[in-house]
């Protein structure tokens, strides 16, 4: 009732810096502006002037200031879903990720503020969450709201039209990769180790260079591959399109001509299997073979120069 009404307000009032300057039209509003307009409002937020709030949201969303925006959306002034106009002032101010981070807003209907915060977005995707405080809660409007930062920004992003989302999630997933060389990799042996923690790491080893890998028989409608001086063929998947960055590309033995890559399955030689590269006439430039260790480890994969 009144009392909540009044006590929102004044903590709006708390969060707010003395020294507090806002514009509407010609006249800037001060702290004391804002203590008054509330004064006369019967200290109701709900009764506030609309220009003093969407003010307010703006200078929040510029600066940063979640735990105003939060207290205004509890107050049932401010719908997140529906700012644009703090979307937009915090595109001017280079604040989005941030406020993404926090609340679900209409990103989807701006696909070149996505593009334009996609790199800063998947660096915050890649940050450490694991300190951030539980802050599962549930909205005014009776929907739970996401517990992590990740969650909320990558949400934001799923509904963007186009090819932006699917980009954020190919550059994350990408970066996510461990590419970990063999010699620094501390395997871990703990007596109770769960899975997937008790899976062993996986290694991927270069075992033939571009100049052997040309002479491997390749056939890419029955989908097998046949390297010199074995008898049978090895079946192989589907081809795919090497997209990763060059740094990636590098860290995971890639053949710098290879624009392809096919899975071909095990064998006796090479029981786990492995990748053959292609270049751009899909003729094969190098193989690289997974092999797996008794050892445990953290790491998901590992990669090493033959």
């Not at 409608?221 to 090895?234: A, E």
């Not at 589907?238 to 890559?261: G, N």
């Amino acid at each position: 009732g009144g009392t909540t009404s009044s006590g929102l307000s004044h903590q709006l009032l708390a969060e707010l810096p003395p020294d507090l300057r806002l514009t509407l039209g010609r006249r800037t509003l001060r702290y004391d502006d804002v203590q008054d307009e509330l004064r006369q409002r019967g200290w109701s937020l709900k009764r506030m002037d609309a220009q003093f709030l969407d003010e307010i949201v703006r200078w929040a969303a510029e600066n940063r200031r979640m735990s105003v925006l939060r207290l205004l959306e509890h107050a049932g002034v401010w719908k997140p879903a529906q700012s644009t106009l703090a979307l937009e002032a915090a595109h001017e101010a280079g604040t989005v990720v941030p406020l993404l981070q926090s609340f679900q807003l209409p990103l989807g209907a701006f696909p070149a503020i996505a593009m334009s915060n996609e790199a800063d977005a998947v660096l915050a995707l890649l940050s450490d969450s694991s300190t951030e405080p539980d802050r599962m809660t549930t909205t005014p409007s009776g929907h739970v709201a996401p517990p992590r930062s990740q969650a909320n920004l990558l949400a934001n992003y799923l509904l963007v039209p186009g090819p932006c989302a699917e980009e954020l999630v190919q550059a994350t997933v990408e970066q996510m990769i461990v590419f970990h060389p063999i010699p620094s990799v501390k395997a871990l042996k703990p007596d109770n180790a769960m899975f997937p923690e008790s899976l062993p790491p996986v290694t991927l080893k270069s075992v033939m260079g571009a100049g052997k890998a040309t002479l491997i028989a390749y056939d890419r409608q029955k989908h097998t591959m046949q390297p010199p001086g074995r008898r049978r063929p090895l079946k192989t998947s589907t081809e795919a399109l090497i997209t990763l960055t060059d740094a990636s590309r590098e860290a995971a033995l890639i053949p710098p001509t290879a624009q392809a890559v096919v899975y071909f399955y095990g064998s006796a030689e090479m029981a786990g299997g492995g990748l053959m590269f292609l270049d751009s006439s899909r003729t094969p430039c190098g193989v690289s073979e997974f092999q797996f260790q008794g050892s445990r480890s953290r790491r998901s994969s590992s990669f090493n120069a033959a």
